[in-house]
């Protein structure tokens, strides 16, 4: 298919229109049926006379209208931003108030809400706006970050040149629209012409139902966040022999563990474990690696998050003495920056190389050409004068051959460390004391963490990763 953000055309020599395009939470969609849903939609937006570049806000969330929204919108030239129902309805109201958006469209009972006082916004660019994805400030207010058509077509290029899709992939969505990762899957079926598999909140909770739908359309790109994937791996429907169509995994938004990848690679022989690394600020992604048995074995207890993608910089700032340096992105893959902050955008963004830069507050180094990520800057901690860096006490913890899942908080009292919590899954039973004092013999004591709880499952936020906040409350008997 050829890929056009200002036609969106659907013009492919060898495209079968009879062929699935769209499973989502209330029905599936030919490619046929997809292209006269886009058209439908397009001429009932240009009722509303919207400005060239207005912001159209998207409210739903595994919906077939959902996709068929946002295609319309990118037709159209009319930034669109997603906004799944997990978050509540202020939240909506308020990344409408930002954005001065005139026309709403819910994709649960499919309406349009149009306010005409709005009418008069627009943000015309020579680089178009294609979507503004809203992501959890430090002050509590949501920050909005723009990606336009030139940082859409480079992350199309890089997958057509590196991550081998074709009009055979059948992509696993499991990523809420409001959340980037979900942008693989949205790029790769619009691009291939392959076929997008929705699968709503409740569905994932039922793991039978979900695997057997895997099964139903031959599912064979997974896209997720590697805890995501964790609590399904030691399920006994989870097995190679039940869904034999997987054959590519590929993890973002999180640190991979080298035993995740192991226990993949172990039930899905055949299978490539693609690892990759990058903020919302930077499309996606920017680095790539395939995790290979040789590649684990020799990195076991840091797997690396890739090699950079072409076109794209990657630089690391203040390096300290053990060669790790805060990541700086420098690309055309790099957002034009955040909606309407100014403050946030001189901190964070600049232009090097005649490129957009973006200073990511994520930590990493370079070893074999490879970039690995340390930690966050948040997470380099100082507890009893000590600086700790908290991804570091994990990897030990994980290394334990009867621990599954590792995560460490740093308790504050105000802006003070006042002590380090690490939560963990097991394996099988596991005295604290022992295991205390096994950490004890490749940790220094002041990185051992004061209590250590043992949880069944870590609770997940909407995002599906990992819920720090919920893991303190659980702590602290909330």
């Known amino acids: ?33 997809f292209k006269s849903e ?6 009932e937006i240009l009722n509303y006379n919207l400005p060239k570049g207005h912001p159209v806000v998207i409210y739903g969330h595994k919906e077939a209208k959902f996709i068929v929204t946002m295609t319309a919108c990118m037709s159209l030239g009319l930034p669109y931003i997603p906004v799944d129902t997990i978050y509540p ?9 930002i ?29 178009p706006i294609i979507y503004i994805i809203f992501t959890s400030g430090s002050t509590g207010e949501p920050k909005g970050v723009q990606i336009t058509q030139n940082s859409i077509l480079d992350f199309n290029e890089w997958l057509e040149s590196d991550f081998k899709f074709s009009k055979d992939s059948v992509f696993m969505n499991q990523a809420p629209f409001s959340f980037d990762l979900s942008v693989y ?26 695997f057997e739908r895997l099964k139903k359309y031959s599912c064979n790109t997974w896209v997720s966040t590697p805890s995501f994937i964790s609590k399904y791996l030691l399920s006994s429907e989870f097995v190679a ?17 080298a035993m995740t990848a192991k226990r993949i690679l172990n039930s899905f022989p055949n299978s490539k474990v693609l690892n990759t690394y990058g903020p919302t600020e930077a499309t996606v992604a920017t680095t790539l690696v395939d995790i ?5 074995e020799k990195y076991s207890k840091s797997l690396p998050v890739g090699y950079v993608k072409e076109n794209t910089v990657i630089n690391l700032l203040d390096i300290d003495s053990e060669n790790v340096g805060e990541i700086e992105i420098v690309g055309d893959n790099v957002s034009i920056g955040y909606f309407k902050n100014e403050e946030l955008n001189t901190q964070k963004f600049e232009a090097k190389y005649e490129k957009r830069s973006f200073r990511t507050g994520d930590f990493g180094y370079f070893e074999d050409n490879m970039l690995f990520f340390a930690n966050r800057k948040d997470e380099l901690i100082k507890l009893h004068g000590f600086r700790i860096e908290i991804g570091e006490i994990d990897k030990e913890f994980t290394n334990n051959k009867k621990i599954n899942e590792s995560i460490t908080i740093p308790l504050k009292r105000g802006t003070e460390v006042v002590k380090l919590i690490t939560f963990i899954i097991t394996n099988t039973q596991i005295e604290i004391d022992e295991l205390k004092k096994e950490i004890s013999e490749v940790l220094p004591y002041y990185m051992i963490p004061s209590d250590i709880v043992v949880l069944d499952k870590f609770p997940y936020n909407t995002n599906h990763k990992i819920d720090k906040t919920q893991l303190i409350n659980i702590y602290r008997g909330v």
């Open 1 to 33: 298919m050829r890929f056009d953000l200002q036609l969106l055309d659907f013009v492919d020599c060898d495209k079968n229109f009879e062929k699935l395009a769209i499973c989502a939470s209330d029905k599936d969609l030919t490619w046929l049926e």
């Open 38 to 43: 886009v058209e439908k939609l397009k001429i």
């Open 89 to 97: 309805k202020e939240r909506l109201l308020k990344i409408v108030n």
């Open 99 to 127: 954005v001065s958006s005139a026309l709403i469209i819910n994709t649960i009972d499919d309406t349009l809400d149009f306010n005409k006082d709005n009418l008069n916004t627009s943000y015309n660019l020579n680089d």
């Open 185 to 210: 899957e949205l790029v790769g079926f619009l691009s291939f012409g392959g076929t997008i598999i929705l699968n709503s909140r409740e569905l994932l909770e039922n793991h039978i139902e979900y």
């Open 241 to 257: 022999n039940e869904i034999k169509s997987l054959q590519t995994f590929l993890f973002c938004g999180e640190v991979l563990p």
């Open 292 to 296: 290979t048995p040789a590649i684990i």
